[in-house]
């Protein structure tokens, strides 16, 4: 299938703002005083992920699955495992790594927390310690762990989304938008990331539901004749109005209304071929997009070592406007390392398990 390269360029998009979050909470702790989050709640780009896997995956894999059925599960999961795998396995070795150092430096493991060593090197390796089996060594890897159950999901998902029948396809929306609203309901003002000792069922309802209002928008865009949405929907000026509109969302800290704004922003960035198109389909935020999943799983660990790093040059706490630059070249520095776990682990992974599984396969 052709890649829609502007909705890559979201997907690295979406990555920094995570990071930019993270960063700006890391020198939170560093600030003499109060700093605001250089992107308020950036955290729901994670949810912003969810919604276009979910499109993502219909795209490439849902004629497919609608022609073979079951038959496609095996190939699809390689895949998957093939695409997430290989860099989450090299950053649990550097994780690793980096804490028996921190231990040998600073006498105290500043990178990960651990309960049972062995057993949670076993169930990060198999991505399934966002489901609160073992304990997570990579903060951000809970959500690649959680879309799992999307991706075995998957076969009965393309049934229920791609249904014809009207009945069907009014369930499939309701629990879309039923799942991320209840979660929302059980924090404060519509928050969707809060601590609840029900956490893999708040997980998996945030991520399920959203996946499946992805599969949605692809069913909306794969059905796109019309010239009201190519020319409507898709023109520079809703996309634009969307955009404004989330990020109006994400200054007032309303996370349920801000995610409500993703289904739309994406299928408004697919049937795009104007300037907005053109703009993010080439140079940095492209660039950005191909390595937004390195981004994303590898800037946990800067976190810490780069507060203490600041920590050593500077014994006294920063003043919020340097907690701020501080927040900013921390989240920037983290896309550097990315384009070389990108280079050398994330594709040289994938072609090696392509390779190997496929090769055998069709020998």
């Not at 950053?91 to 980096?98: D, K």
């Not at 040998?104 to 990178?111: E, F, L, M, S």
């Not at 990315?338 to 055998?360: N, V």
Request: proline share 5%; glycine share 6%; hydrophobic share 55%.
């Amino acid at each position: 299938m052709k890649e829609i390269k502007v909705l890559t360029s979201l997907r690295g998009l979406a990555a920094l703002t995570v990071v930019l979050q993270h960063f700006s909470s890391t020198a939170q702790l560093y600030s003499k005083g109060w700093i605001p989050s250089i992107v308020p709640h950036g955290y729901i780009g994670v949810d912003f992920f969810f919604v276009l896997s979910g499109f993502i995956m219909s795209y490439n894999y849902g004629d497919l699955f609608i022609k073979h059925g079951w038959r496609m599960m095996p190939q699809f999961l390689v895949k998957r495992a093939a695409r997430l795998m290989p860099l989450n396995c090299f950053v649990i070795f550097v994780v690793l790594l980096l804490g028996g150092i921190s231990i040998a430096v600073c006498g105290r493991n500043i990178i990960f927390d651990y309960r049972n060593l062995p057993f949670d090197i076993f169930t990060n390796i198999a991505m399934v310690q966002g489901l609160n089996i073992g304990h997570n060594l990579n903060a951000p890897s809970w959500s690649v762990s959680v879309e799992f159950v999307a991706y075995i999901l998957f076969p009965l998902l393309v049934l229920a989304v791609f249904d014809r029948r009207q009945i069907v396809l009014i369930v499939v929306v309701f629990i879309g938008f039923v799942g991320p609203t209840l979660v929302a309901l059980g924090g404060s003002r519509l928050s969707i990331d809060y601590l609840t000792p029900f956490l893999v069922t708040q997980r998996i309802a945030r991520c399920v539901p959203e996946f499946i209002l992805g599969m949605l928008v692809f069913r909306f865009y794969n059905n796109h004749n019309s010239e009201f949405k190519k020319e409507f929907l898709g023109s520079d000026f809703i996309f634009f109005a969307l955009s404004v509109g989330l990020a109006v969302m994400l200054l007032l800290r309303v996370d349920l209304f801000a995610i409500l704004f993703f289904p739309p922003l994406i299928a408004s960035a697919a049937l795009n071929n104007g300037g907005a198109a053109r703009a993010l389909s080439a140079g940095i935020p492209y660039f950005l997009g191909l390595i937004s999943y390195s981004i994303y799983l590898i800037h946990n660990a800067f976190r810490p070592i780069e507060l203490a790093f600041v920590q050593a040059i500077h014994p006294s706490p920063l003043e919020p406007i340097w907690a701020l630059v501080f927040a900013f070249l921390g989240s920037l520095s983290v896309i550097p390392f990315a384009w070389l776990t990108y280079i050398f682990i994330e594709r040289p992974g994938r072609t090696a398990i392509y390779s190997i599984i496929f090769r055998k396969r069709y020998a």
